[in-house]
């Protein structure tokens, strides 16, 4: 037994530096909780409530500093044999056990405090039904490897019990690395140009609504903050005039685009996709720096986007969806947010060994898709907003407008949704303004479900669904014996499969 292995055995204390972060992520939550206070202070210094918030403030962050602190000292861990240990808690003490065998993933994370004091947050993810997750704040990274290579040997070392050789397989290549191990090639280095291109082509609507939601959390503060007549009169200046509105418009989404730019760059700065023999590894981050890994066996499903702007540059987003919970699934995704053909076609052909698209055979979805999405996305809306509006205007029949362009691109969605069968896996692609493709090999599937709506079964059609570890894939809209045919030649296939899902 070493001596590093005997320490690691002792109760012991987070690093120091810990203290310096609990502070730092405590007062970001009470900045961001408290901002629309600061913002009326100085539009309204005269408030008497500014002054009592104000207190409540300075009260809460003292209360908190000294809970932080108390936080730091009752922390400790230590390693068993087969499990790790956590004890915690000043007056109610709390102790965590957590076996070796239900650590899914070891990850960690550096943000600027981290890099300064050269220390790694240690993540920990178990598995289960609702999924859990454990971070030791700070470490050496001395400390960091020798926890992760005790776990991993230890984890090795333990029998299985009332399962097979598969879930020992599994135990050996679930654990992602806290440091990056030798990388084989680097399959991915984003250039800041690269960023640029995915910044621009980022959905810009969503990073709008944030910050409509933004100002009406600054609004519902007005009432209180504001006398009557200063808030009429600070709407009436906004929104009093046409010009002054689409101005308002328009400053909206190029503030949107430039927030999206600045967050993209942020993110993913000096984004590397390192392949090796095992699987992927993922590191990016300008300030905060953070390394995910992804194993062969553990990658369930393969899915990448694109949309009109990223066709043009030529990029679409990855996602290799690994097996994780409920709660972990989206976290246990990773993300390559530009990637090229030719690294995809990597991607695809290590997770589809033999993949040759002459092995599948292409197949559509029902062109009755068309009239139910223009049914449910057409007409119902057009006639209960021609409804409204004509009984005041006959400007209202414009919304019949809106059957026609929904029907133009249900059809081109139906155009593009086609879907392949080989004998080992599906193939699809989907969309209308973008493209949406994914793959999946039988052996991951771990259900088969099929669906029909009562429109599906007048029209002898239903809906089938793969689920995985890692997500679902869902064929809609194909004809019902072929719907029938393929889920038993799939549940077959996954019974007959000598391969290992995970």
Excluded at 182 to 203: A, E, F, R, W, Y
Excluded at 325 to 335: E, F
Excluded at 445 to 450: D, R
């Amino acid at each position: 037994m070493t001596s590093d292995t005997t320490s690691l055995r002792e109760e012991a204390r987070q690093s120091p530096v810990a203290i310096i972060i609990i502070l730092q992520r405590l007062f970001v939550m009470i900045v961001k909780s408290a901002w629309p206070v600061f913002v009326f202070y100085f539009i309204n210094p005269q408030s008497k409530i500014e002054y009592f918030i104000t207190l409540i403030g300075i009260g809460a962050v003292a209360l908190s500093t000294v809970g932080s602190l108390i936080s730091y000292f009752t922390f400790y861990f230590r390693l068993e044999e087969t499990e790790l240990v956590i004890r915690s808690g000043l007056l109610n003490k709390t102790f965590r056990t957590i076996p070796f065998d239900r650590i899914q993933t070891i990850s960690f994370t550096q943000n600027i405090i981290h890099r300064i004091f050269n220390v790694v947050q240690l993540d920990l993810d178990t598995a289960g039904s609702s999924g859990s997750e454990l971070a030791i704040k700070a470490l050496s990274r001395t400390k960091a490897n020798a926890i992760k290579s005790f776990i991993l040997d230890q984890k090795k070392s333990i029998p299985a019990q009332n399962e097979t050789e598969m879930l020992r397989s599994e135990t050996e290549n679930s654990v992602q690395s806290v440091v990056s191990e030798k990388p084989g090639i680097t399959l991915l280095h984003l250039s800041v140009k690269d960023l640029l291109k995915i910044g621009v082509s980022q959905n810009h609507l969503r990073t709008v609504g944030i910050m409509i939601a933004f100002f009406f959390g600054i609004s519902q503060y007005a009432e209180e903050l504001l006398t009557k007549e200063k808030e009429e009169e600070i709407w009436l200046l906004l929104f009093g005039s046409v010009v002054i509105i689409s101005t308002l418009v328009v400053l909206l989404f190029v503030a949107a685009f430039f927030l999206s730019l600045i967050n993209t760059v942020l993110k993913y700065y000096d984004l590397r996709v390192l392949a090796s023999e095992k699987g992927y590894t993922i590191t990016a981050g300008l300030f905060t720096k953070t390394e995910q890994s992804a194993q062969h066996q553990k990658i369930q499903l393969l899915e990448w986007r694109n949309n009109p702007i990223k066709r043009i540059f030529g990029i679409s987003t990855l996602y290799l969806k690994q097996a994780a919970s409920a709660a972990l699934n989206r976290k246990g995704t990773l993300v390559v947010p530009g990637c090229y053909l030719p690294q995809i076609e990597m991607v695809r052909d290590s997770y589809f060994s033999d993949f040759n698209k002459a092995d599948f055979k292409a197949y559509g979805i029902s062109p009755l898709i068309i009239g139910r999405v223009v049914l449910y996305l057409g007409v119902v809306p057009a006639i209960l907003f021609t409804t409204m509006y004509t009984l005041n205007s006959w400007w209202g029949l414009l919304f019949l407008g809106w059957i026609p362009v929904v029907w133009m691109f249900a059809r081109l969605y139906y155009k593009k949704w086609r879907y392949a069968i080989s004998p080992r896996g599906v193939y699809l692609t989907k969309g209308f303004l973008g493209q949406h493709a994914a793959i999946l090999r039988w052996y991951k599937v771990q259900s088969v479900t099929l669906k029909q709506s009562p429109f599906q079964r007048r029209k002898a059609l239903a809906t089938l669904q793969f689920s995985t570890a890692g997500g679902n894939l869902t064929l809609p809209y194909i004809p019902l014996e072929h719907a029938k045919m393929l889920k038993d030649y799939v549940l077959y296939s996954v019974e007959k499969s000598v391969d290992d899902w995970m």
